[in-house]
Each structure stands twice: as structure tokens, then as C-alpha cells.
């Protein structure tokens, strides 16, 4: 007879072992979305749902340690989960920030996503699909918009990643979420490197702005001004000037040592801008090797020439 079992004076035998234990709960990822209304939180969450996140839409923020507490009792079934939250909330958003921090109390691993706009390119969204802002009451859709900025000022500012969307279609945002999320491990540290033209506009999901105008500007020789900073002989020019190579080490330390209080820090994204007058030769140039030196040193890292093209 198995010692896990006795037998009953009738001859039946009656299981006596402990129940397995249960299995420990495991906390789930979380990634909060938010972001200005249109500039993609519903494309970002069906991407996310997509990759298999199990996403909820338009939660109350003081529901979040709820939902993650369910996720953490699910025996692995809910490992990621992504809440969208906005100001469709209304008065619940002011609940966010304590919830917040009632995630980090619990050592909760957590991201915040969010997706900005340029003012313009929002109004020509809402336009399109006729429908007001949900902050605009009685006003226009630009006063919804600035309202909106207001209220999500501070959240913008602790994101872990925040994406343009101004100049993005569902495909490319797509591709950017795809790059950020899909992958079966998470690096330390993820960087985009930006080239970009001024005279186009600062980017503004940019953490770091570097300006390259300093270097004389091959658009200004004859042979290289079809070409772009890709291009062997325009890049071999920018680097040839006096302080290009100093300036690309110099920076490349700098970003050394910033990208380890990023990690410190819990800091996952960053983006890294690289300017010159229109984003077509000395940006593109040094974008390429400052994204070559940061993978080299194990970050790992996309280059993005913004407006290379444009001209």
C-alpha cells in the first residue's frame, strides 16, 4: 500500500496525501498606453493584442493593482497586460498617479507608453472622422487638445517611451511597437538614433538633441549634394572636418555614461536626436556611427533618418 494512502476498517482505502501546493503566483508585466486622443492608442493596443498581451481598454486607473493582482492568481495564463488609459476616464484619471504608485510599492514591472501629435495633425485627424475632442465641451477642437495636453503633461514626462505620431501611418506605427514589444527577452536598454533637418522642426519624442551644423555642410560642394550622409564619400568628408571625430567620441562617452543612469534608473527607451540644417548629409553621417558605437557597447539600437528625402 502507498504510504500517501490508509485503508478504512471496510477494506477501502482513503487517500491521505497533501494537496500540491500552489503554484506561486507570478506578478504580470504590465505596459500602460496612453498618450493624446488620436495619435494612436487604439492601433497601439491592437498591435500589443496581437503579440499577445491580453490588452483593457479604457481602465480606470484605480483598477490597475486589481487587474494585475488578477493576472498575478491567472497560473501564468495573464503574463503581460496592457491597460489604455486617457482622459476618456474623466475623473478617474486623477486616480492614476496613486495607482502608480501603489504598482511600484509591489515592485511591479512596468512601462508607460505614450503616443503624442503635433496640434495640427490632430485636428486633421478629428476632422476627418468628424467627431469632436473629448475635452473640447463647447469649445473647438484645438482647445480640447490644449486642455488634453494640460491634464497629461506629467505622465508625458515619466514615460518610458514616448512616439511621434505625427508623421506616422498604422503600418510604421506598427513596426515601431513591433521592434519595442515583440521580441521573447528584453534588453537593458533600447535606443533610436534620429537624424534630422531643423529647418523641418525638432523632433519632439526626443530625450537627447545634439546639433552637427558646427561641420561645414557638403551640400555646399558640388559633387556631393545629390548624395546623402550614407553615402561613403559624404561621410568621409564630414569626418575628414576638423572635430567631427572628436566630437563623435566625446558624445559617445557622454552617452555612456548617461545610458547607465538610464538602467539604474529603470529607463528602458531612449531617443537620441541628431540635427543638422535639412537631415540629409552631416546628420545622417554621424547618426550612423554614434548608432554603431552604442552597438558596439551592447545597447541595442535602430537608426531613423527623419528627413532624408525631403529636400
Known sequence: ??????????????????????????????????????????????????????????????????????????QGNVARIAAVVDVRGRRFFDNLKQSLTDLDAKEVTRRTVFLEASDEALVRRF????RPHPLQGDGRIVDGIEAERDLLRELRGDADLVIDTSSLNVHELRAKLDAQFAGDEEPELRATVMSFGYKYGLPVDADLVVDCRFLPNPHWVPELRPFTGLNEEVAGY?????????????????????AAGYRREGKRYVTVAVGCTGGKHR?????????RRLSDEGVETVVVHRDMGRE
Not at 498618450?35 to 494612436?40: F, I, T, Y
Not at 569626418?239 to 555612456?256: C, I, S, T, V, W
Not at 546628420?283 to 548608432?291: G, K, Q
Open 1 to 74: 500500500m502507498s504510504a500517501d494512502n490508509a485503508q478504512r476498517r471496510d477494506g477501502a482505502q482513503v487517500s491521505t496525501a497533501k494537496p500540491a501546493e500552489a503554484e506561486e503566483a507570478k506578478t504580470p508585466e504590465l505596459v500602460i498606453i496612453s498618450g493624446m486622443s488620436g495619435a494612436g492608442r487604439s492601433t497601439a493596443a491592437k498591435c500589443l493584442e496581437d503579440l499577445g498581451w491580453f490588452v483593457v481598454d479604457n481602465l480606470p486607473p484605480a483598477l490597475i493593482p486589481t487587474m494585475v493582482d488578477l493576472g498575478a492568481r491567472s
Open 127 to 130: 476632422e476627418s472622422v468628424r
Open 238 to 258: 564630414v569626418f575628414n572636418q576638423p572635430g567631427a571625430k572628436e566630437f563623435l567620441d566625446r558624445y559617445a562617452e557622454l552617452l555612456q555614461l548617461i
Open 283 to 291: 546628420s545622417v553621417a554621424m547618426s550612423e556611427r554614434l548608432a
